[in-house]
């Protein structure tokens, strides 16, 4: 028997750096994604290949052992097994369309598309969401990175034609519709191209300001803080961290309600002041992603933001359909003027989470 699943990359339309944070966040599926086929070999040993290249290593490989992008896959087998599988010898074939290093959770779908496709295979009945921790854990602690629950429940949970309200305290999920189609609306992801040094490092110092803010507050996240809290936060740096978590989860709230009311085209204002916030408080934006965003408005977009981790990666801007080629036009010629390499820009709507394939 052979199971084969697929497993999208995300885009997060709001609730940035905030999922380490207890917070609240509305990433929404791209029909981007990685699939997995697997199938039972015999013997200890794992074969996975991806375009030709082919990796393998032991069942019980342990943290550390396994290096690149089979780490992904090698991780999910030691998650899976710290759960309590017994998992036999594999052969895994692994193929993907999400752009890597784009922020865009290539890794995410990944280790999304193998972990739901060993457990089909060896019938473990986990849900959806068992299995998006499996793969969250083999990204902390496999390959050692460490984000939070949002990527892995994006591409596990999400469905078509909405975006996922995910609670990060308890993992708590509700569907909200976002039907770009129906209110003649494009979503343009702006993929700058850029990609930063000490992305890695920058991450978990901003976890660690966060940290060291809710600590102070007597909090075991900045999830409870209030904005009445803030000013007793000492450190003006960490006191500013805080405030943007603060504000852009309220921020998530408001876009969640809007989108409930069936009114897309008008959480444009909450997707900029989201930008301006991780561009001023949070100090994760880049030239690159503020360039995209600003010409993006100029243009008329509704509203426009950096998404994912931050440092390079990927912008997306609202605009009415009528007016995405012109923000298109604009981004690439500012992009032009910078003399930096052209913008990949393209459009998207809410796609299915993981599923099995036929
Ligand atoms: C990365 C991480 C996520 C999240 C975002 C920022 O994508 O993988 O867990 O923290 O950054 O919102």
Do not use: K
């Not at 496709?117 to 969401?129: P, V, Y």
């Not at 991450?203 to 803030?230: F, I, P, V």
């Amino acid at each position: 028997m052979t199971a084969r699943w697929a497993a999208p990359g995300r885009v997060n339309l709001i609730g940035e750096h905030v999922d380490y944070q207890d917070g609240l966040v509305l990433p929404f599926a791209l029909p981007q994604h990685t699939t997995a086929t697997v199938e039972r070999q015999s013997g200890d040993q794992v074969r996975v290949r991806s375009r030709g290249e082919q990796e393998e290593f032991q069942v019980a490989s342990t943290p550390g052992q396994v290096q690149g992008w089979a780490a992904y896959v090698a991780g999910v087998v030691w998650s899976l097994r710290e759960e309590g599988a017994d998992v036999p010898g594999l052969s895994i074939d692994v193929d993907s369309d999400v752009p890597v290093g784009a922020g865009l959770s290539s890794s995410a779908a990944i280790e999304c598309a193998v972990a739901a496709a060993i457990g089909d295979e060896l019938a473990l009945q986990l849900s959806a969401a068992s299995l998006a921790t499996i793969a969250r854990r083999a990204e902390n602690s496999y390959v050692g990175v460490p984000t939070g629950s949002m990527d892995q429940m994006a591409s596990m949970l999400c469905e078509r034609g909405h975006a996922l309200l995910l609670d990060c305290r308890d993992l708590s999920t509700r569907q909200v519709p976002f039907d770009l189609d129906a209110a003649s609306l494009t979503l343009l992801v702006i993929n700058t191209r850029a990609e930063h040094s000490l992305v890695g490092s920058e991450y978990a110092d901003r976890r660690h300001d966060c940290e060291a803010a809710a600590d102070e507050l007597g909090l075991s996240s900045l999830r409870d803080a209030e904005q009445a809290d803030l000013p007793r936060i000492s450190d003006p740096v960490h006191r500013r961290r805080a405030q943007h978590v603060v504000s852009e989860i309220a921020r998530v709230r408001e876009v969640a309600s809007i989108l409930d009311a069936g009114r897309p085209a008008d959480i444009g204002a909450q997707l900029s002041a989201s930008h301006q916030s991780l561009r001023d408080d949070f100090e994760v934006s880049c030239d690159e992603l503020d360039e995209a965003v600003d010409a993006a408005l100029v243009a008329g977009a509704l509203g426009a933001r950096m998404t994912g981790g931050g440092f390079g990666g990927c912008a997306i801007a609202l605009a009415r359909d009528d007016e995405a080629t012109d923000v298109r036009r604009r981004v690439d010629a500012a992009f032009d003027r910078r003399g930096w390499q052209p913008a990949d820009i393209f459009e998207v709507s809410p796609n299915r989470g993981a599923h099995r394939l036929d």
